[in-house]
């Protein structure tokens, strides 16, 4: 014959229990926050500068501490601009903020890398490398280098859309290129014939309105804050990287 547990048996078994789900709460709360901050990291696509394979509005998960390649989408901490939230908190303006010897500074005070704003971008050169590009297309090491991640339409399209926006009329149209010539070695930004060692040079690939390494130069290894590996929404565009 089976003895009933008694009421004070009950009542510790359920607590026992209790404390168990707290336990792996606890637990998988735990893992989670570390995933997030020190393996993945989930980014949403912001503006049109990826286009036409990103879409503003897009969410990646983006592994850290990943060595990024050649043609890998990165999320970077932008060189030039802080954070929203930090130009906010400090009551600051696009005036306010300075780039010098490689540091970004608000009001005279050096701004922390992860206090930055994020960009995404996509790696086109890494240390050693040589850049350029004419006649719309793209030189790694002097030779001509697929960019299987752009599309002939899209490109016509941006550049319509601005002949129109400023009244430029088709024959002037006709000769404006989506990405315009350039080469490192002669770049403002740059000025230099090869990727410096622990660098990378980054661009959008919307290259007719992407603010990219053209623009701000080199990127350091530590700007680099992770490498995508997977777009999961919207769900009908899952893509892995």
Do not use: C
């Given at each position: 014959?089976?003895?009933?547990?008694?009421?004070?048996?009950?009542?510790?078994?359920?607590?026992k229990?209790?404390?168990?789900?707290?336990?792996?709460?606890?637990i998988?709360f735990?893992?989670?926050?570390?995933?997030?901050n020190?393996?993945?990291?989930?980014?949403?696509v912001?503006?049109?500068?990826?286009?036409?394979?990103?879409?503003?509005?897009?969410q990646?998960?983006?592994?850290?501490?990943?060595?990024?390649?050649?043609?890998?989408?990165?999320?970077?901490?932008?060189?030039?601009?802080?954070?929203?939230?930090?130009?906010?908190?400090?009551?600051?303006?696009?005036?306010?903020e300075?780039?010098?010897?490689?540091?970004l500074?608000?009001?005279?005070?050096?701004?922390?890398l992860?206090?930055?704003?994020?960009y995404?971008?996509r790696?086109?050169?890494?240390?050693?490398?040589?850049?350029?590009?004419?006649?719309?297309?793209?030189?790694?090491n002097?030779?001509?280098?697929?960019?299987?991640?752009?599309?002939?339409?899209f490109?016509?399209?941006?550049?319509?859309?601005?002949?129109?926006?400023?009244?430029?009329?088709?024959?002037?149209?006709?000769?404006?290129?989506?990405t315009?010539?350039?080469?490192?070695?002669?770049?403002?930004?740059?000025?230099?014939k090869?990727v410096?060692?622990?660098?990378?040079?980054?661009?959008?690939?919307?290259?007719?309105?992407s603010?990219?390494?053209?623009?701000?130069?080199?990127?350091?290894?530590?700007?680099?804050?992770?490498?995508?590996?997977?777009?999961?929404?919207?769900?009908?565009k899952?893509?892995?990287?």
């Amino acid at each position: 014959m089976k003895r009933q547990r008694s009421n004070q048996e009950q009542e510790t078994s359920g607590w026992k229990f209790f404390l168990q789900l707290v336990v792996l709460f606890v637990i998988v709360f735990g893992a989670t926050l570390a995933l997030t901050n020190f393996v993945v990291s989930k980014d949403r696509v912001t503006g049109t500068s990826m286009q036409p394979g990103l879409q503003d509005g897009d969410q990646l998960f983006s592994m850290r501490h990943r060595t990024p390649k050649r043609n890998d989408i990165v999320v970077v901490y932008a060189p030039d601009q802080a954070s929203e939230k930090y130009m906010t908190a400090n009551n600051a303006t696009a005036a306010d903020e300075q780039v010098k010897n490689g540091k970004l500074y608000v009001k005279g005070k050096e701004v922390p890398l992860k206090q930055h704003e994020l960009y995404i971008k996509r790696v086109i050169g890494v240390a050693g490398d040589t850049v350029s590009a004419k006649n719309e297309k793209l030189y790694v090491n002097g030779k001509q280098v697929p960019q299987k991640y752009l599309s002939e339409k899209f490109s016509r399209q941006e550049i319509n859309a601005y002949a129109k926006q400023y009244n430029i009329d088709e024959m002037t149209a006709s000769t404006i290129k989506f990405t315009n010539d350039f080469n490192i070695a002669t770049l403002k930004s740059t000025h230099r014939k090869t990727v410096p060692k622990g660098s990378y040079f980054v661009m959008g690939d919307n290259r007719f309105v992407s603010h990219d390494g053209r623009a701000f130069g080199f990127l350091k290894r530590k700007n680099i804050q992770s490498v995508v590996f997977w777009r999961f929404y919207p769900l009908n565009k899952m893509k892995t990287y």
